[in-house]
């Protein structure tokens, strides 16, 4: 059985990781009887430079119709002064929408401590950590919001708002995920001042009720943030509103050593959509020196999600012995290696 999947390169280091996760993710699927057939589309600041639009009908029917979406990352300074509407990034929550992925997997592990760490190593023995970071709601997608630009009485407005049955379906997916690990979760939110987010605490006590053998506890995402990085070991399973988890994730990478290193999956509708939780990285674009691990992981949760789960394995422990050794590693881990000669040490153990 093929593996047809769609692949967005995008924006920035984008294509340069994506180049290399493919290159892995062939050598795997080969290797368990699944080969990969992987067709790419524009999406993001390229495809908008070329037809005008970042999200062209023709991918948006690719993705419809396809199993699993690889996706790189899209934004580009060149459109840093246009409204949010009008970026490349607008084109990725279009997608996200689009497919009814409403829950973000962020897993967020800590094997390697790289020398600029702010860490000492005893600080990150055994951090293993899931956000669940709700991605089709909240502030990033609320009505109504604009601009009224009127000299010093300008305004600019978002909302943030949520439905019941928005935070239960998110919260139920963190619930699930708990009962494979540690089954313990973590509701984060600012329900000490928000409306939405005394809601959705309401929402996921509730929902708890469904799960007696997870142990379900409550924090504001303030002292969140601060617990992350002082106490990071207390959690398990984190589940969060779209803006929060978003930030929060950002900051756990941390822990796991580099932005570099972070999968995720997007994940609730009938196709997945697979991206590292980097953007596209315009300081280091065409260098050569992106990490491809984020992404190359990303891959492997793909195939774990579309049922190979031996394949999944395979890559992520191969990803767990080359960063260990650290000898073949890009240099946000500190080492010296180019993006492909770690994606190559990556491929070698498969
Ligand atoms: P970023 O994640 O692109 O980069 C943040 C920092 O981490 C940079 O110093 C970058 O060099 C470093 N970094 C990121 N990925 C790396 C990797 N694989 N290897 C080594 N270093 C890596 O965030 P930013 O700079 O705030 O945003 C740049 C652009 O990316 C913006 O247009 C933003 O909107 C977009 N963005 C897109 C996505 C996405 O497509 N999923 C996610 C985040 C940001
Ligand atoms: C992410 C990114 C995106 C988000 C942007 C690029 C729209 O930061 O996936 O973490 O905020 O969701
Ligand atoms: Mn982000």
Same mark, same amino acid.
């Given at each position: ?40 589309? &524009?999406?993001?600041?390229?495809? %908008? ?44 929550? !279009? ?12 897993? $967020? ?56 049955? !928005?935070?239960?379906?998110? %919260? ?59 106490? &990071? ?39 997945? $959509? ?25 891959? @492997? ?10 394949? @999944? ?11 260990? !050794? ?25």
């Amino acid at each position: 059985m093929k593996l047809d999947i769609v692949v967005l390169p995008g924006d920035g280091i984008g294509p340069e990781v994506i180049a290399e996760a493919l290159r892995v993710l062939e050598v795997v699927t080969r290797r368990f009887g699944h080969p990969l057939q992987a067709k790419e589309y &524009p999406f993001g600041t390229g495809a %908008a430079a070329r037809s005008g639009r970042a999200f062209p009908d023709e991918t948006r029917k690719a993705c419809l119709e396809t199993r699993a979406v690889l996706l790189g990352a899209v934004g580009d300074p060149s459109f840093d002064n246009l409204p949010p509407s009008e970026r490349p990034e607008a084109a990725l929550l !279009e997608l996200r929408k689009l497919l009814g992925n409403f829950a973000n997997l962020r897993p $967020i592990v800590a094997q390697f401590n790289p020398p600029h760490s702010p860490f000492r190593d005893e600080a990150l023995a055994g951090i293993d950590l899931l956000i669940v970071r709700e991605l089709t709601g909240g502030i990033y997608f609320g009505e109504p919001r604009g601009r009224e630009d009127s000299g010093k009485d300008s305004r600019a407005w978002n909302t943030m708002v949520y439905t019941s049955a !928005e935070v239960e379906r998110v %919260a139920r997916v963190a619930f699930e995920a708990s009962l494979e690990r540690q089954a313990h979760v973590t509701s984060v939110d600012k329900s000490n001042v928000l409306v939405t987010s005394k809601m959705w605490r309401d929402v996921v006590e509730s929902v708890g009720k469904d799960y007696p053998k997870v142990k379900l506890d409550h924090m504001y995402v303030d002292r969140a943030a601060m617990e992350i990085i002082s106490n &990071p070991r207390q959690f398990d399973v984190m589940v969060t509103a779209n803006l929060f988890g978003d930030i929060l994730s950002d900051e756990a990478s941390v822990l796991a050593g580099s932005l570099g290193l972070l999968p995720s999956a997007s994940i609730g509708g009938t196709v997945g $959509i697979y991206e590292p939780v980097h953007g596209s990285a315009p300081d280091i674009a065409g260098k050569g020196i992106a990490n491809p691990v984020a992404q190359i992981w990303t891959g @492997a949760m793909m195939l774990e999600h579309l049922g190979h789960a031996d394949a @999944a394995k395979a890559v992520v422990g191969a990803i767990e012995k080359v960063v260990e !050794e650290g000898k073949t590693v890009t240099r946000d881990l500190g080492g010296k290696a180019s993006t492909t000669e770690a994606a190559d040490a990556i491929a070698a153990l498969l």
